[in-house]
């Protein structure tokens, strides 16, 4: 076993354990309590980055299959396999990260009962559950030559052709609905990426970087288990000597073939160059088309982020695949495919993601949960795919990496610690003490009790009256004993009776005129939202008389503007309807946010506070608006005196 | 952060990982245990004379049958250590308060006058067992760096937990005294796994496996010689 994939199946490991935390915690505590996502920015890093992303990277399966039993281009026909193995391992991860995305991921089966179809993503759904299915029955006879169950594995060879041709269409059916999908946000979307060319863009952007990524795998299976058909014998890398190799010709630049397998891989990348030199060209006529070169001039964040995605994702790959020397070079050829795959998921994060960020009008930064998730889960395929290709033939008939005698039971006596180790070498022994290390890290980072914004809710108790009339209040409300005796009927007579009221009490509730502080104000420490969206809907439904089945559905409009995102934020202002019904005063302050009341001691330091400190200066007692006039039990004790004193006894 | 932040990021963060690294690899050792047994011994293990390999180890737990006569007050103390060491961090009752917050686990507590005589009792056995293995010669001739050292860190949280619950053996404040009982009690979890501590669940192996937590390579040799003079050999 070759220390390097020990190396790097060591860090796969780590990373999918963090995974599988998150994944835990994201399934425990639900979606808004671990991720970023919003009702302004829903579609987060699973949806774009896993699934869009990731179904694009993984195309090598059918356009191999469309080059070799279509094109019958025999000479690709090594790479069947690995691209199959890809498919099945990028939709498979695509599909995992999916499910952590639902809201309700018991239900993912729902779409195969319960038909929308006027979805695309219906469409979408049935496409990658079916070719799902079809790169299980092609990758089948190579695992289940390893078993007992040759048999079946052969008779399904014998329908590989069948099976490639609908996955062939599956494929094109869905990656070009994966853009048509985007189709359906034509003022949303930023003008850079929307287009209606985005199916067809979406499908040749997604052959080109598919094909690039089989080129990238090739060349890290080579550098891992098997460089010697790839980087050249282990010689020629170290004297510079050209070697001579029995019927591989040397190009004519003179420079050096590393391998026989190099030949194959950069005639693949010169046909995925080309598609994405088709990308390339499409995108460039498309903007001109469009006439959304404005955009790009005006120097707005988007255009450098087009401009990122056209450089890495485009225009670099098809750069070092021009060039005869990096091309043949399996190092030239790594950083274009891997460039190119870098800058196909940039493209897709654009579309699905950054181009919406100036409509929602708010940023979005994934969460720690949602890139653990995201790389956890890519970091498990990634796993699957060295198991696959240690204990099957996928590279090569003979690739099959033989076991290692080292790999059986050994035993060690630590020193340090006195204790005897059994199988201190073996796989299982590496990989549980990596979860030992990671498991409680990956807790304490992602438990989200202990991520910072999370305010802990102190509810707030209504203020007791001391007397029949609420003359005087006492305020305890989180009962933990820092409380305040207000003389209310004091305060009222001297700053103006009941002209007074609204100096402090800034609105009540719809329709009262004595509503408590503690009715809005709810907790202590946070801000508590005030509006009842289900109850705005029905008032509103009941008053327009609307009718329907699902006649709350059609309220949106009285209150979103159409169109647009529906947020608090661009809503019809609180003041249209509730003109009267609210307020105390007849010039009521329209400023004031309705949606969210502060936490409860901001409101009553904020009310409090500033009134005292203009006092003490206009009535001479400087300690007016110190804490200790209010919270009595906070009185210093050299300050002490006889009716205080009384009132700490209490 | 003040010295409150200190203790509650002590209570909160640092104990669920701390105590995450023991348990999960106390689980590790029970897991490589159970394969190493499946792929050393395989079939084997069905044949084992289970009987007599759990009644010796429970012969082991009571050491009373095991006792020769240099040993009895070593054994006497030692059992009585584990007695306490066991039975106060899991159920004194300011413990499972923290058991119901963190972990939603309730026990039944014992109560603080049995808990403030266990404590004292282990804490004066840590204190023994550290004189027999600095003032033993057979003791000392076993013991390496590492015993002391387990047994000091052992000591720590016994005899900082104690001063913090009472004001009047205390010589710094509450909050140092909490402070160093949380973290010196934090580096004891995670050095269960990894050393010796690890015959918490190891103990119910050693006998199956033949493979035995307490013997360093040429061990048997030096516990000989320590039993029974110069010319023994095992």
């Known amino acids: 076993m070759p220390s390097r994939s020990r190396a790097l199946k060591d860090v796969l490991w780590a990373l999918a354990l963090v995974g599988l935390v998150a994944g835990v915690f994201r399934m425990w505590f639900g979606l808004g309590a671990t991720t970023h996502m919003s009702d302004a920015v829903p579609w987060g890093l699973w949806k ?107 008779w399904l060879h014998r329908l590989a052709f069948g099976v490639v041709i609908v996955g062939i ?78 019927g591989i010709s040397v190009d004519s630049g003179g420079v050096p073939e590393r391998g026989p397998e190099m030949v194959r891989l950069s005639k693949l990348a010169i046909i995925a160059a080309s598609l994405l030199g088709a990308t390339l060209a499409l995108k460039v006529v498309d903007v001109a088309r469009r006439g959304a070169w404005t955009g790009l001039g005006q120097g707005q964040w988007e255009a450098w982020l087009f401009g990122v995605e056209l450089l890495i994702g485009l225009a ?36 699905g993601i950054f181009g919406y960020l100036r409509d929602a009008g708010s940023f979005y930064i994934p969460s720690l949960t949602e890139w653990a998730v995201s790389v956890g889960v890519v970091a498990a395929a990634g796993l699957a795919f060295l198991f696959f290709v240690e204990n099957c033939s996928i590279f090569d008939e003979r690739s099959v990496v033989a076991r290692q005698p080292g790999e059986s039971l050994t035993v060690l006596f630590e020193r340090w610690s006195h204790v005897w180790y059994a199988a201190l ?35 707030v108790q209504a203020a007791t009256g001391l007397d029949i009339n609420r003359a005087t209040l006492w305020l305890n409300s989180d009962r933990k004993g820092v409380e305040v005796t207000f003389a ?16 402090c009490h800034h609105v009540s509730m719809p329709n009262d005129r004595s509503t408590p502080c503690s009715r809005c104000h709810r907790d202590m420490l946070s801000a508590t939202p005030i509006f009842n969206h289900a109850h705005h809907e029905q008032a509103v439904m009941e008053k327009e008389r609307l009718s329907g089945w699902h006649a709350t559905n059609r309220t949106c409009g009285y209150c979103h503007p159409p169109g647009q995102a529906k947020t608090s934020d661009n809503a019809k202002d609180c003041f249209d309807c509730h003109k009267t019904d609210m307020w105390l005063t007849s010039a009521p302050d329209s400023t004031i946010n309705l949606s969210d009341a502060c936490a409860f001691r901001e409101a009553m330091h904020r009310t409090c506070i500033p009134c005292h400190k203009d006092k003490a200066q206009e009535v001479k007692r400087p300690n007016l608006a110190e804490c200790y006039t209010c919270h009595t039990s906070l009185t210093p004790r050299q300050l002490v005196t006889g009716p205080v004193t009384a009132n700490l006894e209490r | 952060m003040s010295v409150h932040d200190w203790i509650d990021f002590a209570k909160g963060p640092l104990f669920a990982f701390t105590f995450l690294v023991m348990v999960l690899g106390l689980l590790r050792h029970v897991i490589i ?55 106060v961090p899991v159920l004194l009752i300011d413990h499972i308060v923290m058991w119901e917050e963190q972990l939603g686990i309730d026990l039944p507590a014992i109560g603080r006058g049995l808990a403030d005589v266990l404590t004292l009792f282990t804490i004066a056995a840590i204190l023994v067992l550290l004189g027999f293995r600095i003032f033993g010669s057979r003791q000392r001739s076993m013991s390496s ?25 205390n010589p710094l404040s509450w909050e140092a005294m909490m402070l160093t009982h949380l973290l010196s009690a934090e580096v004891l979890f995670v050095l269960v796994p990894f050393t010796k501590l690890a015959h918490i669940v190891l103990f119910f192996f050693d006998r199956i496996s033949g493979l035995h937590w307490q013997l360093r390579p040429g061990a048997g040799d030096k516990v000989a010689h320590a039993l029974f003079g110069e010319e023994a050999k095992v």
């Not at chain 1, 091309?327 to 870098?342: D, H, I, K, T």
Request: proline share 6%.
């Open chain 1, 169 to 246: 269409s599956l494929s094109s059916l869905h990656h070009s609905s994966l853009g048509s999908l985007f189709l359906v946000t034509p003022v949303r979307l930023h003008e850079l990426w929307y287009t209606s060319w985005l199916p067809f863009l979406f499908i040749v952007s997604a052959m080109g970087a598919g094909m690039m990524m089989l080129v990238l795998v090739r060349i890290v299976y080579a550098r891992l288990y098997d460089p010697e058909p790839v980087f050249g014998p282990a010689s020629s890398g170290i004297n510079g000597i050209v070697c001579q190799i029995p």
């Open chain 1, 488 to 503: 209310h009927l004091d305060h009222q007579n001297r700053l103006g009776k009941d002209s007074a009221c609204h100096l």
């Open chain 2, 145 to 169: 760096r590492i015993d002391y050292l387990l047994l000091v860190m052992i000591l720590l949280p016994f005899a900082s937990g104690y001063a913090a619950g009472h004001a009047n053996v």
């Open chain 1, 316 to 351: 670099l790959p098809i750069v070092l695949v021009a060039i005869p020397r990096t091309r043949r070079s399996p190092y030239g050829l790594g950083v274009a495919s891997a460039s190119a795959a870098a800058g196909l998921a940039i493209n897709r994060l654009n579309v």
């Open chain 1, 425 to 459: 070498m073996s796989g299982v022994h590496r990989v549980t003490l990596i979860a030992v290390l990671v498991i409680p890290l990956a807790w304490i980072l992602l438990y989200p009790p202990y991520s910072g914004d999370n305010i802990p809710t102190v509810p």
């Open chain 2, 33 to 87: 245990q159970v394969s190493s047994l499946i792929t050393g011994k395989g079939r084997r293990l069905r044949s084992a004379p289970w009987r007599r390999i759990i009644a010796d180890a429970l012969s082991w737990v009571i050491p009373i049958r095991h006792m020769t006569r240099g040993t009895v007050i070593f054994s006497v103390v030692s059992f009585l250590f584990h007695i306490g060491i066991i039975l």
């Open chain 1, 48 to 154: 774009v980055l896993n699934m869009v992303a990731g179904v694009a990277l993984s195309t090598s399966g059918f356009t191999i299959g469309f080059l070799v039993y279509v094109l019958r281009l025999e000479q690709f026909r090594k790479y069947v396999k690995p691209a199959i193995l890809l498919a099945f391992l990028g939709y498979g991860c695509s599909m995992l990260a999916l499910l952590f995305d639902i809201g309700l991921p018991h239900r993912f089966w729902h779409p195969i009962v319960m038909w929308n179809e006027h979805s695309f993503l219906f469409e979408v759904f049935w496409c990658v559950l079916l070719y799902f299915t079809v790169t299980l029955i092609e990758l089948s006879p190579s695992v289940l030559e390893q078993t007992r169950a040759r048999r079946i594995g052969r």
